[in-house]
């Protein structure tokens, strides 16, 4: 299974995800079956990842999908009725974070003194996340999902930092499908486990339906069309959102 077939899957996936998230009517499984829509496009990322050819673009164009994502989701939960409803949707701030990391720990196996500088960098801008709305009043106004957009941080994106991690850690064990599988099962165990002990639900079991589908790689790229799928993540959460309020 190519590139281009898992990120239609995930596509899929994550329109039922989505169907369940803004319209009551839908069966709770559509947001189970929604758990593997990001693993799957994680997994395209990290291969992705890999084999481009020129990784500053690749990460300028995942910052620039996230910074536009900030403004849209702000720009809709504040001037579009109703007031709030369409939420924050970012996935492209997680993956730029992973691709940063995988890119400094590299670098700092190549060179110490350069990845260092990389490391301070990405504290800087941790630090910057939390100090600017001191000095930066309108700052003060965002919500944290907003601000992350224009200043990733680790802890405080759609994901969070254990699904930055998982990105990360499953990139260096790629080549080893037992390692791969090994790593993914026991982060949908612990994932799994903090959803029972906080919530008493199971939706996050949901992430093992992508497991089978990423053992079926072929590390075969597909048709082209990146662009259709950056286009697609906010056309589509706009059109569920203005259709829900819609028809509510």
């Known amino acids: 299974m190519n590139t281009f077939r898992l990120k239609m899957i995930a596509l899929i996936l994550m329109v039922i995800d989505h169907i369940g998230l803004y319209f009551a009517w839908a069966p709770g499984w559509f947001r189970l079956l929604g758990r ?77 003194r350069k990845g260092t500088k990389m490391i301070l960098a990405i504290f800087a801008v941790q630090f910057l996340y939390y100090l600017l709305p001191s000095f930066l009043p309108f700052l003060r106004n965002l919500d944290g999902d907003i601000r992350t957009a224009f200043l990733p941080n680790l802890a405080i994106n759609e994901y969070g930092f254990a699904f930055v991690a998982l990105g990360v850690v499953l990139y260096f064990v790629r080549e080893s499908r037992e390692q791969f599988c090994a790593v ?7 994932q799994f486990s903090l959803e029972m002990l906080s919530a008493g639900s199971c ?46």
Request: glycine residues 8%.
């Open 36 to 112: 593997g829509s990001y693993p799957l496009f994680l997994f395209c990322m990290i291969w992705g990842y890999h084999y481009t050819h020129d990784r500053k673009k690749y990460l300028l164009r995942l910052y620039l999908m996230g910074v536009f994502m900030g403004f849209f989701c702000y720009a809709l939960n504040n001037f579009v009725e109703p007031l709030g409803g369409y939420g924050n949707h970012n996935i492209f701030v997680p993956m730029f974070l992973v691709g940063v990391l995988i890119s400094t720990i590299e670098m700092f196996q190549k060179d110490t």
């Open 203 to 248: 939706l996050q079991s949901g992430m093992i339906l992508a497991l089978p589908l990423m053992m079926k790689y072929n590390r075969q790229k597909g048709p082209g069309m990146k662009y259709f799928f950056y286009i697609f993540y906010p056309a589509h959460t706009f059109l569920l959102f203005w259709l829900s309020s819609q028809f509510a």
């Open 184 to 190: 993914y099962l026991l982060f949908c165990i612990y």
